[in-house]
C-alpha cells in the first residue's frame, strides 16, 4: 500500500516565463522559458517522494502531451496511477518578474471531464484503501460539481483513509464540511469561505482557525505568503515567518508547505516540528522552479532562516 495517493483532477504545465520588468497591455520579451509537469497534487506528490515516502499520483491527464510527465513520475519515483484523456492537459503559464518583484499566474481551464472517465477515477480510489493519506488539491476541471471533495473525502474516511485537503471558492466551501484531518487555506481562500476580507493578522484568523478544529478537523494552517504560516490544533498553536527568503518563483510554495505537513503527520511529529519542516519545504520551492526538494543538508541551512512562535490559547 502507498503512503500518500495524491489526486489532481486539473493538473498543468507550469510554464515559467521570466520577464524582467514586466507591463501590461505592452510587448514583452521573454528572457528564460521553464515547462514543468504541475499542478497542485503532482507537486506534493514531488515533494513526498523527495521525502522517501511511497507515493503515488492519480486524476486526469491529455495523452497528446503527458510525455513532460511520464518522465518527472519516472525521475521522482512517484508512482504513475492517471487517468489518460484524449486531448491536451493545460498550460498554465506563470510571469517571474525579477525587477518588480512580482509572480503573475495565468491558468487555464483545462479539459472536461465526463461521467465515464469520472466513475472510473472513483473506482480507482475508493474500490479499497490505496493508501494511508489521500491528498485532494486543486481547481475542479469542467464537469465536476463543486461537492465531489466533500463526497471524496466521506468515502475516503469510510475506507479508514486520512485525508489532506487543498482547494478554492466553492470547491473549498463544500469539502470542509466533510472534515479532512488537514487543510491549508491561504488567507485568501479564508475571504472566500467567510464571504468577507481576511488580512494577515494573527489576531483575526487564530479565531477562525479554531472554529474550523472545533468543527472537526484536526489541523489548520493559514498560509499568509511572505507573512508566513499560523497552525492551530486543539491544544496549540504556532506562527512560522521566514526571517530571510531567497525568491525566485512563488509558484509551489503552498503545495510544499502541504507536503511538509502531510509528511509530519505521518511521521508523527509535533506540531511545533511539523510548522518548522513545512516552512522549510516552503522556502525550498520559494528558490526552485518545479517541484524538487533539496538536500536534507540543504533543507537544515534553510530551517535556520525560520522563526517560529508559539501563540496561546488562553
Ligand atoms: N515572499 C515570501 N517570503 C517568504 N516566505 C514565503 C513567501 N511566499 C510564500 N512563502 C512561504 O510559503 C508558504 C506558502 O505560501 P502562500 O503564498 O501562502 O501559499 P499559496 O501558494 O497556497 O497561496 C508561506 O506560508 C510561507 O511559508
Ligand atoms: O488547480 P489550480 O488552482 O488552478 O492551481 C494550479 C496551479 O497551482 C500550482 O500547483 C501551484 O500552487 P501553489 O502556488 O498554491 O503551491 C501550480 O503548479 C499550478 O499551475
Redesign the pocket.
Known amino acids: 500500500m502507498l503512503d500518500v495517493l495524491t489526486v489532481t483532477l486539473?493538473p498543468?504545465i507550469?510554464q515559467t516565463v521570466n520577464i524582467n520588468d514586466f507591463k501590461i497591455d505592452n510587448v514583452n520579451r521573454v528572457e528564460k522559458l521553464q515547462n514543468s509537469a504541475?499542478?497542485?497534487g503532482v507537486?506534493v506528490a514531488s515533494y513526498l517522494a523527495s521525502s522517501d515516502l511511497k507515493v503515488g499520483a492519480t486524476g486526469f491527464l491529455g495523452s497528446k502531451n503527458c510525455e513532460i510527465f511520464e518522465e518527472f513520475f519516472k525521475k521522482q519515483n512517484i508512482e504513475n496511477r492517471f487517468i489518460y484523456l484524449d486531448t491536451q492537459t493545460r498550460v498554465?503559464v506563470?510571469i517571474v518578474d525579477s525587477k518588480n518583484k512580482t509572480v503573475t499566474?495565468v491558468?487555464q481551464m483545462g479539459f472536461e471531464i465526463d461521467e465515464e472517465n469520472l466513475n472510473k477515477l472513483e473506482k480507482k480510489l475508493f474500490s479499497k484503501k490505496e493508501a494511508s493519506w489521500y491528498v485532494f488539491s486543486?481547481?475542479l476541471p469542467k464537469g465536476i460539481d463543486n461537492n465531489i471533495y466533500e463526497k471524496w473525502i466521506k468515502k475516503a474516511h469510510d475506507l479508514g483513509v486520512k485525508v489532506a485537503f487543498d482547494a478554492?471558492g466553492e470547491a473549498l466551501i463544500y469539502g470542509i464540511k466533510a472534515k479532512p484531518e488537514l487543510i491549508k487555506p491561504n488567507n485568501h481562500e479564508l475571504s472566500q469561505l467567510l464571504s468577507k476580507n481576511i488580512s494577515c493578522d494573527i489576531k483575526e484568523i487564530l479565531p477562525i482557525a479554531r472554529d474550523l478544529i472545533n468543527d472537526g478537523i484536526e489541523t489548520v494552517c493559514v498560509s499568509m505568503g511572505e507573512k508566513g504560516s499560523l497552525i492551530v490544533n486543539k491544544k496549540e498553536a504556532f506562527h512560522a515567518v521566514a526571517l530571510k527568503a531567497e525568491v525566485n518563483t512563488?509558484?509551489?510554495?503552498?503545495?510544499?508547505l502541504l507536503s511538509g505537513l502531510v509528511y509530519s503527520k505521518i511521521n508523527k511529529l509535533s506540531l511545533e516540528e511539523s510548522i518548522k519542516l513545512a516552512s522549510t519545504y516552503s522556502l525550498n520551492a520559494l528558490k526552485t522552479i518545479g517541484a524538487y526538494l533539496s538536500s536534507k543538508e540543504e533543507l537544515k541551512k534553510l530551517s535556520n532562516d525560520l522563526d517560529i512562535m508559539p501563540i496561546s490559547l488562553d
Open positions: 486539473n498543468a507550469d504541475a499542478g497542485k507537486n498554465n506563470k499566474d491558468n486543486g481547481s478554492s512563488t509558484v509551489g510554495a503552498g503545495d510544499a
